[in-house]
């Protein structure tokens, strides 16, 4: 399949354009840096910086759309919010005019989404698909953008909408946390009741590359572990792999200075479950903690 991916040069796009190329599909990278983009992928790549460089008779397949602001990159204000609905509406608003410009429609679209699309929250209650939602900015977000990328049923392609959760793997959020434990200074954040909702790397892209090429999936999956944890759980999980203590707890207060309203990203969670994928019948590679992280982080050899 010859297959469209914005937001490539992310954590997630970086580690899916190999597994692309190892089930032959063609990649078309969407970027804003070509030179970024080629200093990662090479020659193996079409490069675009444009979607005017795409014709209007060509045959694009599929469309992956990953693009979008780090969601607790920096400290969020009201202009900050606003770019994070502009980084992920507007490109997706593209692609959707894309589809109606192209003579040939792709067979699916699988748009990112995130599952902030069940609110911040402090219960302790199961989330599929189906689940209940905190009518908040996250939820507000992630469903404004995931009603834009459905509007590309109306032309009769398949729209996948992956409600992602903490993927792990070399980079993102993990990397964040690395240092502080690595010197036997990590710890829960706030109380550590808060639910984490989590998904391997190698896990995610498989699920997008399936997603491709198997037509009984469609609408919104999310894409997490089946095992969710508790802050303080993965926080002694991740010690526990790095032989490190557990002793030190992140105030609410210093993230609240930090990160404003974002930090109920790391105050609040989600307990979600994957449960259409389950049925679907997909088997985790890494189902459970212990051995995702030990995974990404067992050293290289």
Request: net charge negative.
């Amino acid at each position: 399949m010859k297959v469209l991916i914005s937001g490539a040069t992310g954590f997630i796009g970086r580690h899916l354009i190999p597994r692309l190329l190892d089930y032959d599909h063609e990649p078309v990278v969407l970027t804003r840096s070509e030179a970024k983009a080629r200093d990662l992928f090479g020659a193996s790549v079409r490069v675009i910086t444009s979607l005017d460089q795409i014709n209007s008779d060509e045959q694009i397949d599929g469309i992956i759309n990953l693009a979008g602001e780090g969601i607790a990159d920096k400290r969020w204000n009201e202009a900050r919010k606003q770019a994070l609905v502009d980084s992920r509406i507007s490109i997706t608003a593209d692609l959707v005019s894309l589809i109606m410009r192209l003579e040939h429609n792709p067979e699916v679209m699988i748009s990112g989404s995130a599952i902030g699309y069940y609110g911040c929250r402090t219960d302790d209650l199961q989330l599929p698909e189906r689940g209940e939602v905190v009518d908040d900015f996250t939820h507000q977000l992630c469903q404004r953008w995931e009603s834009e990328a459905l509007k590309a049923q109306t032309m009769g392609v398949r729209v996948c909408l992956i409600r992602t959760g903490v993927v792990l793997g070399h980079g993102g959020a993990l990397a964040k946390m690395l240092p502080a434990f690595k010197l036997g200074l990590g710890g829960p954040v706030a109380r550590g009741d808060q639910w984490m909702s989590w998904i391997h790397m190698d896990d995610e892209v498989e699920i997008i590359c399936m997603m491709l090429t198997h037509n009984s999936f469609h609408g919104a999956y999310n894409l997490t572990a089946p095992e969710a944890a508790t802050n303080a759980t993965f926080s002694q999980t991740l010690a526990s792999v790095l032989s490190r203590p557990c002793w030190f707890r992140v105030p609410a207060v210093m993230l609240d200075l930090m990160l404003g309203e974002g930090s109920d990203l790391l105050v609040k969670g989600q307990n979600v479950y994957p449960e259409r994928l389950l049925k679907a019948g997909y088997k985790f590679a890494y189902p459970d903690l212990d051995t995702a992280l030990a995974q990404v982080l067992e050293p290289a050899d």
